[in-house]
């Protein structure tokens, strides 16, 4: 087992916290996630770095004291918690998962003619393309390279089915992917990526407090070569529950696209300011460094 | 290798990247990638759809758009060549 641990670890996770991720996996969910998450409250006790910049987060949200202190230990602890579920600890089966995933504004994703480009943000809960799929709703992915233990156990593979993965990469190969999710977009079929990640040009900025959003144009370019539409998607978690909101298509012009998603941040953050951990922690190398 | 393929490839890659990004001394060998055109992604989706249309192929197996044919204006022409031949 111990020497099987390195050659099993995915290349996000340290090797401290795969090993506490493949502990915490075998408690019930979801305690493995609540472990995690004050096990991130308490590392930044000891790694005051972190628990400075979630003061420094919680400070620009207009706030002080202790409520100040409060959330910045809630931003840590749903840090904690979101890499929990990206490697989904605990959870056995899609089928374990479903009561817990709720779906709001499919009729936007219904009304689509064809197939549409669903815009993902690294805010709320990650696996947002997967609680869809879970939800019925077939979504091809397109991103960068994830694999977790969770996604490799039998039972969740037909959700994370390989043929339904366009895997990018950094740098000119990832043009070949975007071409391929083009054909899959004007054959009918949706497709999930995050608009927030560490690869790609960038496209605009949405001014936040606490730091901007840094939007990347992978997404405009797919739009300008199949016309499909863009539904931003974001997530929040609501107790154990894991709520996807699928909001109306982006108008044509970008202006207009930095304006609704300036507004759709906007009202994010002064509701789930705790779950903005990638916007209060950007990781330098890039959304895929957020296990490291 | 047909010239004329070589060159038009050339020619896509050139006004993808522009002047800015274009080395002095671009040629067949040059990368698409850092140390040469440095495309991005989306530069590389624009090269993609232009040589298909230039082309009339089509390029969406994975099998076609790998490390190797994208390294070089050349291996991009070599793949455009498979594919009409």
């Known amino acids: 087992m111990r020497d099987a641990l390195p ?27 609540r472990l995690l998450a004050l096990t991130f409250v308490l ?30 230990m809630a931003l ?6 979101a890499l929990a579920r990206s490697a989904i600890v605990g959870l056995r089966s899609p089928e374990a998962w479903r009561p817990y995933v709720k779906i709001r504004g499919e009729e936007h994703l219904r009304s689509a003619r064809g197939g549409a480009i669903l815009l993902g943000f ?12 879970v939800a019925g709703q077939h979504v091809r992915w397109l991103g960068g390279n994830r694999v977790s233990r969770g996604w490799s156990r039998p039972a969740w593979r037909p959700l994370v ?46 001014p936040l407090p606490g730091g901007p959003l840094v939007v990347r144009a992978g997404w405009l370019a797919l739009r300008t070569h199949t016309q499909a539409p863009v539904l931003p998607v974001l997530s929040h978690r609501e107790g154990p529950t894991h709520v996807v909101t699928i909001h109306p298509p982006l108008p044509a012009d970008l202006v207009s696209c930095e304006m609704i998603l300036g507004r759709l941040f906007e009202d994010y953050t002064r509701r789930f300011p705790e779950q903005c951990y990638t916007l209060a922690f950007p990781p330098p190398g890039g959304t895929t460094a957020l296990a490291a | ?26 040629g067949p060998e040059t990368g698409l990638g850092e140390q040469g055109y440095w495309l991005d992604s989306v530069d590389m989706l624009e090269v993609v759809i232009a040589c298909e249309h230039e082309f009339g192929v089509v390029l969406t197996d994975p099998a076609d758009l790998t490390g190797k044919s994208l390294t070089s204006v050349r291996t991009l022409a070599e793949l455009i060549e498979r594919k009409l031949a």
């Open chain 1, 7 to 33: 050659r099993d670890r995915p290349e996000q996770y340290g090797a401290a916290a795969w090993v506490l991720i493949l502990s915490l996996d075998m408690l019930p969910w979801p305690w493995g996630e």
């Open chain 1, 43 to 72: 590392k930044a006790c000891v790694q005051v770095s972190c628990l400075r910049q979630a003061l420094r987060w919680a400070g620009a949200q207009s706030l002080s004291g202790a409520r100040r202190w409060r959330l910045a």
């Open chain 1, 76 to 81: 840590l602890a749903h840090h904690g918690r």
């Open chain 1, 122 to 133: 690294h805010v709320g809960m990650p696996g947002s393309d997967i609680a869809l799929r």
């Open chain 1, 161 to 206: 089915d390989g043929d339904d993965e366009l895997e990018i990469d950094a740098g000119p190969l990832g043009g070949g992917v975007l071409r391929r999710a083009c054909r899959v977009l004007l054959a009918g079929e949706h497709v999930y990526l995050t608009a927030d990640g560490g690869v790609g040009r960038e496209a605009f900025r949405v």
């Open chain 2, 1 to 26: 290798m047909t010239d004329p393929i070589l060159r038009r490839v050339l020619a896509i890659v050139s006004r993808v990247a522009g002047p800015g990004r274009t080395p002095p001394d671009a």
